[in-house]
Structures are given as structure tokens and as C-alpha cells.
């Protein structure tokens, strides 16, 4: 079936303005993570949905981004007013809890601020 | 200090060398240990997972977690140019909420 597929592949976007960020995990799949990749830096969490229950923010760098999850499907993370170090590639992942704790990857939005 | 330490590299190493691959944790409480490799521009995917010490072996791909030193390692035997990529460890506590990744170290095998 399907992967995890995120859109955009690539956004480039001035400083002050807001973003939006897509993820459609994996068809059934419960649980949905966001994380973010600087260059030459490993994964760094942001967020976490899991069901219905309320998402672990705690990885959320500031009050700037937000992130939501409609359906228990499709999410979202918005960044607003935009600063050159949100520059990152931001990959979502997903995965089926009551089955195994992989994770499946996408291939991530690549976002530069200018 | 950072959750995970991962030596970034680059490793460049010729074809059929024995490649080893590691990182050291700070959280004694991790039970979960994985390996991801990440192509350029692509997700990481999931390579290798254990649960607690010892060694798990797959194919060509062997991981090693000693929790005494709080060490993981990868060793890739017979190294191929297909393995060139990035090697990302990850650990986890019981609960799935949160993993924790190494920065990442890149591999070059040359044919």
C-alpha cells in the first residue's frame, strides 16, 4: 500500500511569513510523529499524536508551531512568522502501535527561510 | 548533554570492508534500540531493532547494545556502495512517546 507521503516536497518562504506542513500517514496507522532535521543534526522531536488522546507537545521548540491532527488521520504542523533558523527538512512518520513500534518515514518537507 | 551521541563522520571505507557504526546513550532507563539508514533526500527506515542488551544479527547487518556502558553499535560485514548513507541510532523508553536519534554518520563505501 501507500507510504507515509508529505507535502510540500520543497517550500521556500520569507521571514515573517507563516507555513504549512502536510502529512497523510499510512491508512490505519494510529500513532503520528513529527520531527525536524537541520543539516548535519540527527532527528529532533516535536510532536507526537497517538489515537485520541492529547498529543505530547513537548518537543515543540516555541509557541510559533502548532500542530493538529484531523480524523485521527491527516496532520498538519504550522509554523508562524517564519525565522531563518526554522530552515530544516521536517519529516513526519507514522506507524501501527498494536501491531510493532516501527516507524515509517516520509521523505520530508524541506523548508527554507530566506 | 545530548540523549544520543553519534560520531557524524563522513566513514569512507572500500567495498567488502567490515564497517562499525556507534553511539553512546546518557539514559539508563532506554529499553529500545534501533538503527535507521536514510538515503539522501529520502526518510530514515527502520534497518535493525532490539529490545534490551545483546546482539541481533540480519544478513550482512549485525547490532550490539551493551546497557552496562550504555553503548550501541552497528556492524556491517561485506559492505556494498548500496550501504552508502546515513546511519541514524535511535533509542526509546517503554512507552513509544518519544525516540531519541543520534546525529547521524554518514558512510561511504567505494567500490
Same mark, same amino acid.
Given at each position: 500500500?501507500?507510504?507515509?507521503?508529505?507535502?510540500?516536497?520543497?517550500?521556500?518562504?520569507?521571514?515573517?511569513?507563516?507555513?504549512?506542513?502536510?502529512?497523510?500517514?499510512?491508512?490505519?496507522?494510529?500513532?503520528?510523529?513529527?520531527?525536524?532535521?537541520?543539516?548535519?543534526?540527527?532527528?529532533?522531536?516535536?510532536?507526537?499524536? @497517538?489515537?485520541? /488522546? *492529547?498529543?505530547?507537545?513537548?518537543?515543540?521548540?516555541?509557541?510559533?508551531? !502548532?500542530? #493538529?491532527?484531523?480524523? %485521527?488521520?491527516?496532520?498538519?504542523?504550522?509554523?508562524?512568522?517564519?525565522? @531563518?533558523?526554522? /530552515? *530544516?527538512?521536517?519529516?513526519?512518520?507514522?506507524?501501527?502501535?498494536?501491531? !510493532?513500534? #516501527?516507524?515509517?518515514? %516520509?521523505?520530508?518537507?524541506?523548508?527554507?527561510?530566506? | 548533554?545530548?540523549?544520543?551521541?553519534?560520531?557524524?563522520?563522513?566513514?569512507?571505507?572500500?567495498?567488502?570492508?567490515?564497517?562499525?557504526?556507534?553511539?553512546?546513550?546518557?539514559?539508563?532507563?532506554?529499553?529500545?534500540?534501533?538503527?535507521?539508514?536514510?538515503?539522501?533526500?529520502?526518510?530514515?527506515?527502520?534497518?535493525?531493532?532490539?529490545?534490551?542488551?545483546?546482539?541481533?544479527?540480519?544478513?550482512?547487518?549485525?547490532?550490539?547494545?551493551?546497557?552496562?556502558?550504555?553503548?550501541?553499535?552497528?556492524?556491517?560485514?561485506?559492505?556494498?556502495?548500496?550501504?552508502?548513507?546515513?546511519?541514524?541510532?535511535?533509542?526509546?523508553?517503554?512507552?513509544?512517546?518519544?525516540?531519541?536519534?543520534?546525529?547521524?554518520?554518514?558512510?561511504?563505501?567505494?567500490?
Amino acid at each position: 500500500g501507500a507510504g507515509v507521503s508529505q507535502s510540500p516536497s520543497n517550500k521556500v518562504t520569507e521571514k515573517g511569513k507563516d507555513v504549512e506542513l502536510r502529512c497523510d500517514p499510512i491508512s490505519g496507522h494510529t500513532a503520528l510523529y513529527w520531527y525536524r532535521q537541520s543539516l548535519g543534526q540527527g532527528l529532533e522531536f516535536l510532536i507526537y499524536f @497517538q489515537g485520541n /488522546s *492529547a498529543p505530547d507537545k513537548s518537543g515543540l521548540p516555541s509557541d510559533r508551531f !502548532s500542530a #493538529e491532527r484531523t480524523g %485521527g488521520s491527516v496532520s498538519t504542523l504550522t509554523i508562524q512568522r517564519t525565522q @531563518q533558523e526554522d /530552515s *530544516a527538512v521536517y519529516l513526519c512518520a507514522s506507524s501501527d502501535t498494536s501491531k !510493532s513500534d #516501527e516507524q515509517f518515514f %516520509g521523505p520530508g518537507t524541506r523548508l527554507t527561510v530566506l | 548533554q545530548k540523549e544520543v551521541e553519534q560520531d557524524p563522520g563522513p566513514l569512507s571505507v572500500p567495498e567488502g570492508a567490515i564497517v562499525s557504526l556507534n553511539c553512546t546513550y546518557s539514559n539508563s532507563a532506554f529499553q529500545y534500540f534501533m538503527w535507521y539508514r536514510q538515503y539522501s533526500r529520502k526518510g530514515p527506515e527502520l534497518l535493525m531493532y532490539t529490545y534490551s542488551s545483546g546482539n541481533k544479527e540480519d544478513g550482512r547487518f549485525t547490532a550490539q547494545v551493551d546497557k552496562s556502558s550504555k553503548y550501541i553499535s552497528l556492524f556491517i560485514r561485506d559492505s556494498q556502495p548500496s550501504d552508502s548513507a546515513t546511519y541514524l541510532c535511535a533509542t526509546a523508553l517503554g512507552n513509544f512517546n518519544k525516540f531519541y536519534f543520534g546525529s547521524g554518520t554518514k558512510l561511504n563505501v567505494k567500490p
